[in-house]
């Protein structure tokens, strides 16, 4: 299967800072990225979808300003927590997928988020 | 948004015991997918379903689709310890983007030797 990588896989930070996650598709072209935020022993909830060249859409109840979401080429999703808070801890995913595949969707390793 | 419902939400069995895993909603989807996660890791895809009343093996794991796309069950024969973990439906809508699926809250299955 088509491999995706996260980076870092934890990263711990202070109060009020920023912290970029990245989302790599290794062997593929992902026309498509989507991002997921898990909360221990929960399922995932799904942030965002990001298409390549274009803004991403959020999902309601997602602030776009706190959670920057870049696609800028077929390979690589970012996703930027700005001014992050203790409540942004959280265990963040992402997964890509192309058009002509048959909807299967390809995760990455995840990255734990701890703000404190 | 469509709402996918799993149960139960917990399930705790000895080595050798069956179960069975429940995805319910009430609306119709393109396609269900199941996946098993373990604690750290991102999920890892089991199965692809598609077509009502579609049932696929995968060696212990058997998966079906409900006749009207509406849900699926998951039942594994003979669990074995590494049959552990967080199992998650995910349902993509009939008029959701390519590749948008929602997904249920996910059963932990916690298999004892």
């Known amino acids: 299967g088509a491999v995706v990588s996260q980076h870092p896989s934890r990263v711990i930070c202070k109060s009020g800072t920023s912290v970029k996650i990245e989302c790599r598709s290794l062997?593929?072209?992902?026309?498509?990225m989507f991002w997921y935020r898990q909360f221990p022993k929960q399922s995932l909830m799904l942030m965002a979808t990001?298409?390549?060249?274009?803004?991403?859409?959020?999902e309601q109840g997602v602030e776009k300003d706190k959670f920057l979401i870049n696609h800028a080429s077929l390979t690589l999703s970012t996703l930027t927590v700005t001014s992050a808070h203790p409540e942004d801890s959280s265990f963040y995913i992402c997964?890509?997928?192309?058009?002509?595949?048959?909807?299967?969707?390809?995760f990455g390793e995840g990255s734990r988020l701890t703000v404190l | 948004t469509q709402l996918l419902e799993q149960s139960p939400q917990f399930l705790s069995i000895q080595e050798g015991e069956n179960l069975t895993v429940y995805c319910n909603s009430s609306?119709?989807?393109?396609?269900l997918q199941w996946y098993r996660q373990e604690p750290g890791e991102g999920p890892v895809l089991l199965v692809t379903?598609?077509?009502?009343?579609e049932v696929k093996k995968l060696k212990r794991l058997t998966f079906q689709f409900g006749d009207a796309r509406k849900d699926s069950s998951l039942h594994i024969t003979a669990a074995q310890p590494g049959d552990t973990g967080l199992y998650l439906c995910?349902?993509?809508?009939?008029?959701?983007?390519?590749?948008?699926?929602?997904f249920g809250a996910g059963t932990q299955v916690v298999v004892t030797p």
């Open positions: 609306s119709v989807f393109s396609s």
């Open positions: 379903v598609v077509t009502g009343g």
């Open positions: 997964s890509a997928s192309w058009a002509a595949n048959t909807g299967e969707l390809f």
């Open positions: 062997d593929f072209q992902a026309t498509t």
């Open positions: 990001s298409n390549e060249g274009s803004k991403a859409t959020y």
């Open positions: 995910a349902g993509a809508g009939t008029t959701d983007s390519w590749g948008k699926f929602q």
